[in-house]
């Protein structure tokens, strides 16, 4: 049951690429970044391939064992590649909201 006020932005799949508009939180910004353990756990941590626009989800807690919890997730754009079409040239890092009844 959803609280009388509460509202609904996160319906679907938060990775779907008709939803990654308007409600996620693009990292793309080089001004500044966020590091692994500063990302609040009701974000999904995804990537998006600038080519054909695929997006999937990243497990970060497996990023944050590999590459250390104080990474910042723009250091680690080089090392994304699509695994639609293999591109591994300009792709970004996607925060996107955890539904509520997930």
Not at 29 to 40: E, Y
């Amino acid at each position: 049951m959803r609280h009388r006020r509460g509202i609904d932005i996160s319906a679907g799949n938060p990775m779907d690429p008709a939803t990654l508009t308007g409600v996620n939180v693009y990292v793309n910004s080089r001004q500044h970044s966020v590091a692994l353990q500063d990302i609040p756990e009701w974000y999904e941590l995804g990537a998006r391939c600038s080519r054909c626009k695929h997006a999937g989800c990243l497990d970060r807690w497996d990023l944050a064992r590999r590459f250390g919890r104080k990474r910042m997730i723009i250091t680690l754009e080089p090392k994304l590649r699509c695994t639609r079409c293999g591109n591994r040239e300009a792709n970004d890092f996607v925060l996107a909201k955890i539904h509520r009844n997930a």
